[in-house]
């Protein structure tokens, strides 16, 4: 089992910053993938971005260039560095981990809000 916290969200100015952070309660190190997901008010739950073990990164197309996923396995972290937010990018953030295809654990959400 492992367990997720997300930590970081907040309020934030449209074109301002965040950082979210994913803390694992065990070892990532054999965690095929890591990934955000994001889910706005009235919306389904969307990919945002992952990471696999050897450190190959996707993005949705509405982050990329934005967004920065990074994991760092000696820590047991997670990490979305989130820039040029937009008011479109509010939404719960959760963090969820594949041991090999099916993302089996997930994280309790932290909320990001852009404000225009």
């Known amino acids: 089992q492992v367990q997720l916290m997300e930590s970081g969200g907040g309020l934030v100015q449209a074109g301002g910053s965040l950082r979210l952070s994913c803390a694992a309660s065990s070892s990532i190190y054999n965690i095929n993938t890591m990934a955000w997901y994001r889910q706005a008010p009235g919306k389904q739950r969307e990919l945002v971005a992952t990471?696999?073990?050897?450190?190959?990164?996707d993005y949705a197309d509405s982050v990329k260039g934005r967004f920065t996923i990074s994991r760092d396995n000696a820590k047991n972290m997670v990490y979305l560095l989130m820039n040029s937010l937009k008011v479109e990018d509010t939404a719960v953030y959760y963090c969820a981990a594949a041991r090999v295809v099916t993302y089996s654990y997930w994280g309790q959400g932290t909320q990001v809000t852009v404000s225009s």
């Open positions: 990471v696999t073990r050897g450190g190959s990164t």
